[in-house]
């Protein structure tokens, strides 16, 4: 079966404060594809980034990173200089290849303080 | 690009009445996704739909749901005797094409209360 785990239900910080947020997968299958996605207050969720199981370069985009490593089946996300407007739960989430199902994490909700 | 539309966005019934919502996706997108999210959870996996064919169910779709997309455009998902335990959020997602890897687009959501 496969499975997301986010471990971190909140996470408070003060702005400018580095951030991670932590997520853990199960599967048993060798193509599958990991993504990130931002809820803010209005209910929208955002999506945010892609990896591919094949692909494990990290990658950065503004304040945002993203740490994949297959050896721990972790996809963990770093949000730099935080900001009041990143405040949003924020959902890690696992296809399978072939698959048309998003398995979700039950998210971690980020507080960032002025 | 108006992006997915969800109408309702609240409903408040009583038990046993029947709800509709209607998600409308971005327009070319082929793919329809129903999720339900409950208070501190991620989004489930309801049913999905490419085109006008419904292709995948959750267990989780008693027989009191159903979902149907006419003509591949707007998507209806109906609840039936509704319970207190279907107050959720549900949430619409489209995407375009036919890889399994492509992003979605997620539309408000309709917040559903039964008294």
């Known amino acids: 079966a496969q499975k997301v785990t986010q471990a971190q239900t909140e996470i408070s910080v003060v702005e400018k404060e580095d951030v991670t947020l932590d997520c853990v997968y199960e599967t048993r299958d060798t193509t599958y594809y990991l993504f990130w996605y931002k809820q803010p207050p209005s209910g929208e969720l955002v999506f945010l980034i892609r990896r591919n199981s094949f692909d494990e370069q990290n990658e950065i985009s503004g304040r945002y990173s993203w740490n994949f490593q297959k050896s721990t089946s972790s996809f963990n996300f770093t949000i730099t200089a935080s900001q009041v407007v990143d405040s949003a739960v924020y959902f890690c989430a696992l296809r399978l290849d072939g698959g048309f199902k998003t398995i979700f994490g039950a998210g971690t909700r980020l507080f960032v303080k002025a | 690009d108006t992006g997915v539309s969800q109408n309702p966005r609240h409903k408040i019934t009583k038990r046993g009445q029947n709800v509709t919502f209607r998600c409308d996706p971005i327009?070319?997108?082929?793919?329809l996704y129903w999720y339900r999210q409950t208070l501190g959870q991620g989004p489930e996996f309801l049913t999905y739909?490419?085109?006008?064919?419904?292709?995948?169910k959750s267990r989780l779709l008693s027989d009191r749901f159903s979902a149907e997309r006419p003509k591949g455009s707007f998507s209806t998902l109906e609840i039936q005797r509704t319970e207190q335990g279907d107050s959720a959020m549900y949430l619409c997602?489209?995407?375009?094409?036919?890889?399994?890897?492509?992003?979605?687009?997620f539309g408000s959501g309709t917040q559903l209360s039964v008294l």
């Open positions: 327009s070319e997108h082929n793919r």
């Open positions: 739909f490419q085109n006008e064919a419904q292709l995948e």
């Open positions: 997602a489209s995407t375009l094409g036919q890889a399994t890897n492509e992003k979605l687009f």
